[in-house]
């Protein structure tokens, strides 16, 4: 039951961001629309930017659940774009009512754990210090934020495909040169 309550709030929450700005819509306007009251939304969430994180998540995590591997990470970053392009409304609007750090860090926190993931599996037979592969970890997840980031700031053109290929022409191999780097 709590998860349905959640997506209906996210519903409404979405619904709400076709007519207005996140920064206008308040936690009673959410409850109007969805038919719950207050205290069913503080059940669930502290305020209307906690919800938009659940939401993030939740989009997110439809992507990453399977992990990110050196055999899908073109894929699962394809169909994460296409995701985010699907909900370009929500993007756009939680884009423009948070700062661009606030969208930086909580990108972050998404990417970072799959990102670990995969940079763990390139490194697997390699002997590297834990602190190495942080920091190789670290350098891909601001490189993969920074590319999402700077297309929301751009109005997420529909023609990122091009770029985003790319990308992948320059990163393919990357990975393993990087951490070669570090191999004591």
Not at 43 to 61: C, G, M, R
Not at 64 to 88: A, C, F, P
Not at 119 to 136: K, S
Request: hydrophobic share 45%; aromatic share 10%.
């Amino acid at each position: 039951m709590s998860l349905l309550t959640e997506k209906a709030l996210a519903a409404s929450l979405k619904k709400l961001l076709e007519k207005k700005t996140l920064n206008k819509i308040t936690v009673k306007d959410i409850t109007d629309d969805c038919g719950v009251n207050r205290q069913t939304f503080y059940y669930h969430f502290h305020d209307v930017y906690d919800l938009v994180e659940w939401i993030f998540t939740q989009e997110a995590n439809k992507y990453i659940s399977d992990g990110l591997s050196t055999k899908n990470w073109r894929d699962v970053v394809s169909d994460l774009m296409e995701g985010l392009l699907s909900e370009k409304a929500f993007v756009m609007n939680a884009y423009y009512s948070l700062n661009r750090r606030q969208l930086e860090e909580f990108l972050q926190n998404l990417a970072r754990p799959a990102v670990r993931e995969l940079v763990w599996e390139v490194a697997a037979d390699m002997t590297i210090e834990a602190e190495d592969l942080e920091f190789v970890v670290d350098i891909a997840t601001f490189s993969l934020v920074g590319i999402m980031t700077e297309w929301v700031a751009g109005g997420m053109n529909t023609e990122y495909k091009d770029k985003l290929d790319k990308v992948f022409l320059l990163l393919d191999g990357t990975l393993e040169h990087a951490l070669n780097k570090f191999v004591k």
